[in-house]
């Protein structure tokens, strides 16, 4: 039989870490705190035995104070597994042992994973494992998560320390609080109130921490008694108010880290080096955080990562466009006329092609994010905002999500919304929520590649740098107006911890740039190949009417008819390239019958129509029916515009010959311009989310109002601004 | 011959699309933009791994 494990820690302690080097799985791990919401389980199976792994959300304590704590104390008290595995970053023992005491004051079954003992050692902290070890009475195992050192030390002595059933450890509070403690505790022990699950001392220390879910089950469990907790603990707070001009809370946290620090005292903790010499990372943050240098560091990071993107990705992309377009003129040369061709090339090749040709670029963005990740940029980024997002009623915390979301680029607005977890005021959560997406997604990330390479070529990272700063400005005055209309609140104070400097390993990056780079292939041939089939067949069905047929064959036979038989036998047999003058116009004239005849083809689809009857107001924003199509499809994912935007224009296409990118064909297509493609990227920025992140708000604010909101104030804001940008430029270029 | 081999192609794809979005609706699979835990329901996020 397995044992079951939950790993629990601080943020950034190295769980994620821990986990993936037990189970062999591949999960995200960022070098900033926050990066595991929800809990992830996996399995892993060694000599030492088979464990069930539970990897739970960072946490500084065990109080009901955010969702993350209220997801790993649920997880420990209602699963109840065989061991927590406390993992403690050994560089910053003071501040995770916090939790740790918690732990053993709930009386489980702890280990305690000493992590991160490199980064000490570089540190210059040396830590007598032994002595904390016996001073704590749990095991205490030094491990190093990255490359797997402790790993098996560990497991051993989980297998070993198991079935003992540990007794719950007792920190004194004070007089005050511990009178007030066993006063409660005779009351929970003779009651049983609530005993099935939680020890009684512990359920008395959450009432005295005002801990809203323990006040609400006990209030569930038996009012009488909850109220009479309620009334020792308001007596005891008036008290404390009073006599020390302090809140229990605040009380008990001193006391427990008073606790850690008697440990540690006692020759635990030695720093060999200067303790309070400045870390390297602190040198470094004195730059890069510097109030000055800082924002200006930041764009020119980031301008340099698109610079970079799009320098070392043009020649694989290009690779990948020439590739695409040969295997369609393969299947144009060996496939016969008729729906099965039109499927394959309009629908299949050129339609997922275009996503998929995009990959070298998507390749290159997320190996210089998952740098700027794994380095720690990324917490320094969150702390340099933090200041500017408190200015328009957002909070600290909601920069991870914002970058998450794709704020550099490259993101996605689901987990980013999932982020908003760790914000703590409601209404800062929601305003955060509702403007997350307009972060620019990976799948956002095609359409701009697409339209930048064909009408941008000569600045693309400068436009990308534009875009990027335009999602911001939007979200940030859309957060601003909502936080002084609809949902008006107070600020809440934010905090943010810096994770030390990291040099990220090779191995680490590719895995990371891998693991991305699948998940947008993967998509791309899958959910987009099927979207793709579909909106061909919604671009190719009814197809023209027998009348409509009839005329283009008359129009045919009489083009034909003008001319002898050995003309159309010349334009039939002969090489393109050496028709006379005559074939020549005969041939062009029967082209351009065709692709009149596949346009109203088009047009008159179910898809062509929908886009026909958008174009009137459309137009405003400098959108043809042809773009509305692709639009529309995007509701779906945000790659389906280019998916579409390949198909719309493969299927206008008729000549044989004619194997061009999709980049090349907007180039050169009627209506099309920087003008018009800036319009579009403003309007794919700004419109609503995808289908998956609607979904995801309305269950994360537990509403379908704010979801339906998001679809239609996003969108409504995004044409009106495309029509600003459109009406506006060409009142300036002509 | 080639219409009704057309039909079952996009029959099938409009099948996995249904399929699919039912699917992350309930919170059982990803969007797959390129991050790791990217469902969107709340109880049932968890990635089995075994």
């Known amino acids: 039989m397995s044992t079951s494990i939950a790993l629990a ?6 769980k994620t870490t821990l986990f993936n080097a037990l189970t062999g799985a591949r999960q995200h791990v960022g070098n900033y705190p926050g990066v595991t919401v929800e809990k992830k389980q996996g399995f892993c199976k060694t000599d030492s035995g ?26 420990i008290v209602n699963e109840k597994p065989s061991m927590i595995v406390n993992i403690v970053d050994a560089s910053n023992l003071e501040r995770n042992l916090y939790l740790s005491v918690q732990f053993l004051e709930m009386g489980i079954p702890v280990t305690i994973a000493l992590n991160m003992m490199d980064v000490a050692q570089k540190r210059g902290i040396e830590i007598d494992i032994e002595k904390l070890s016996i001073l ?45 403690l066993d006063q409660m505790v005779d009351i929970i022990r003779s009651s049983g109130f609530l005993t099935q699950k939680y020890r009684s001392r512990w359920i008395a220390l959450k009432y005295l921490e005002n801990d809203q879910q323990i006040l609400d089950l006990g209030k569930n469990e038996n009012p009488r008694i909850a109220r009479e907790l309620e009334s020792i603990a308001k007596k005891l707070t008036s008290h404390l108010d ?3 001009n302090a809140h229990p809370e605040g009380i008990i946290a001193d006391h427990r880290y008073g606790f850690i620090n008697s440990i540690l005292k006692q020759n635990v903790i030695t720093f060999y080096q200067d303790e309070n010499r400045l870390q390297l990372s602190d040198n470094i943050d004195k730059i890069v955080t510097n109030r000055f240098l800082g924002p200006i560091l930041m764009v020119a990071v980031i301008m340099g990562l698109y610079q970079f993107t799009f320098t070392y990705s043009e020649l694989p992309v290009g690779w990948f466009e020439n590739f695409f377009s040969r295997v369609s003129g393969m299947a144009d040369n060996a496939l016969a006329d008729g729906l099965l061709k039109s499927l394959i090339i309009s629908g299949i090749i050129d339609g997922v092609g275009g996503v998929l040709g995009f990959v070298p670029l998507i390749m290159f963005m997320f190996l210089g994010i998952s740098f700027l990740e794994d380095t720690g940029y990324l917490a320094r980024m969150s702390f340099m905002l933090d200041r500017v997002f408190r200015m328009f009623g957002l909070h600290g915390s909601s920069v991870m999500a914002f970058i998450v979301s794709g704020g550099i680029a490259g993101g996605c607005a689901v987990p980013g919304v999932m982020a908003t977890r760790t914000l703590k005021s409601p209404k800062e ?125 008359t129009k045919r036979n009489a083009v034909t008819a003008s001319v002898s038989e050995n003309v159309l036998n010349e334009i039939r047999y002969a090489d393109t390239d050496n028709l006379s003058e005559q074939a020549s116009s005969v041939k062009e004239r029967l082209t351009n019958l065709d692709m009149e005849e596949a346009q109203a083809n088009l047009k008159n689809s179910i898809a062509g129509r929908i886009g026909l009857a958008l174009e009137g107001i459309t137009q405003f924003a400098g959108f043809d029916w042809r773009t509305n199509i692709s639009l529309v ?16 224009y493969s299927l206008g296409e008729v000549d044989p010959e004619e194997t061009q990118s999709l980049s090349e064909r907007l180039k050169t297509a009627e209506g099309w311009g920087p003008l018009t493609a800036f319009s579009l990227i403003i309007f794919t920025i700004f419109y609503a989310p995808c289908f998956v992140a609607v979904v995801c708000i309305a269950k994360e604010t537990g509403s379908w109002k704010w979801a339906v909101f998001s679809v239609v104030f996003n969108t409504t804001l995004a044409f009106g601004l495309s029509v600003i940008f459109y009406q506006v430029g060409s009142l300036i270029l002509t | 011959m080639e219409l009704f081999i057309v039909i079952i192609i996009v029959a099938a794809a409009l099948f996995f699309c249904i399929k699919s979005f039912v699917k992350i609706y309930k919170g059982e699979d990803s969007c797959g933009c390129g991050s790791d835990c990217s469902c969107p329901g709340k109880s049932k996020c968890r990635q089995n791994i075994k």
């Open chain 1, 9 to 14: 820690g601080n943020p950034n302690s190295g």
């Open chain 1, 50 to 75: 088979e464990f069930d792994v539970v990897d739970l959300p960072g946490t500084y304590s065990l109080s009901a104070y955010s969702l993350e704590e209220v997801v790993a104390r649920d997880y």
């Open chain 1, 136 to 180: 704590l009475g749990v095991p205490v195992v030094p491990t190093v998560a990255r490359t797997g050192k402790g790993k098996k030390e560990l497991l051993d002595t989980i297998v070993l320390r198991k079935d003992l059933n540990p007794e719950p450890v007792h920190i004194s509070y004070g007089s005050d609080i511990d009178m007030a």
């Open chain 1, 242 to 244: 009073v006599t020390l």
């Open chain 1, 429 to 553: 959560r929601l305003a955060t929520i509702l403007t997350v997406p307009f972060m620019n997604c990976g799948a956002k990330l095609p359409v701009y590649a697409l339209l930048v390479a064909a009408f941008f070529a000569e600045n693309e990272a400068q436009v990308m740098l534009l875009i990027t700063m335009i999602s911001w400005l939007g979200a940030l005055l859309v957060a601003w107006l909502l936080r002084s209309t609809v949902i008006r609140g107070a600020s809440t104070p934010f905090v943010m911890e810096l994770p030390p400097y990291r040099l990220p390993t090779l191995k680490g990056l590719l895995i990371h740039t891998w693991e991305r780079t699948w998940q947008y292939i993967k998509k791309a041939g899958t959910v987009i190949l099927g979207i793709s089939i579909l909106l061909w067949a919604m671009m190719t069905f009814p197809g023209l009417d027998d009348q409509a047929l009839k005329i283009f064959d």
């Open chain 1, 633 to 648: 499809g995007g509701f779906a994912a945000k790659e389906v515009v280019v998916s579409t935007l390949g198909t719309a």
